[in-house]
């Protein structure tokens, strides 16, 4: 039986279930494999069709998710460590997959170009320039907090949240 409709089946089974239709050891060991399968094909599970391209971010950690692809002939966009072979990579893009800040960059890039195709447009952020006085305050905070890579995190994690 295919693992994601064994999924399906075993997770309606526990969500329907009369206590009377399944002993409580029966139940446990259902809830455990719906649990190790959530893990395993829980992000899948949901899915219709096959995927027009598949974007992977560590090739090394998601093996499998690519030999998937490439069993089913989708293409694969993939960064690229040095310590992976593009070989099964259609399209590899060659960048360290450890640097969150490299990341960051090229997974927003992905996503403003998924974006444009599907027809939504992403307006860019406007950057407000700030009045003479508030320059001055930011000033004195920076001196305040010791040095201003100190402030520029602060002010970072504020805009985040």
Do not use: H, W
Not at 19 to 35: A, F, S
Not at 126 to 134: G, L, M, R
């Amino acid at each position: 039986m295919n693992l994601v409709k064994k999924f399906r089946k075993l997770k309606k089974d526990l969500e329907i279930s009369d206590e009377k239709k399944y002993t409580k050891k029966e139940r446990l060991q259902i809830q455990r494999e719906v649990d190790r399968l959530e893990v395993l094909i829980g992000g899948i599970s949901n899915l219709n069709k096959i995927p027009d391209v598949l974007f992977v971010v560590d090739c090394k950690d998601e093996k499998t998710a690519v030999l998937e692809a490439v069993k089913k002939e989708v293409p694969i966009v993939a960064i690229c460590d040095t310590n992976v072979n593009p070989d099964k990579i259609d399209y590899p893009i060659p960048s360290n997959d450890d640097a969150t800040s490299a990341l960051k960059l090229l997974v927003n890039l992905a996503s403003e170009a998924i974006s444009e195709v599907n027809g939504i447009r992403n307006e860019p952020k406007k950057i407000e320039e700030k009045p003479v006085e508030a320059k001055k305050e930011e000033e004195e905070e920076v001196k305040e907090k010791g040095t201003k890579e100190e402030a520029v995190k602060e002010e970072v994690i504020k805009e985040e949240k």
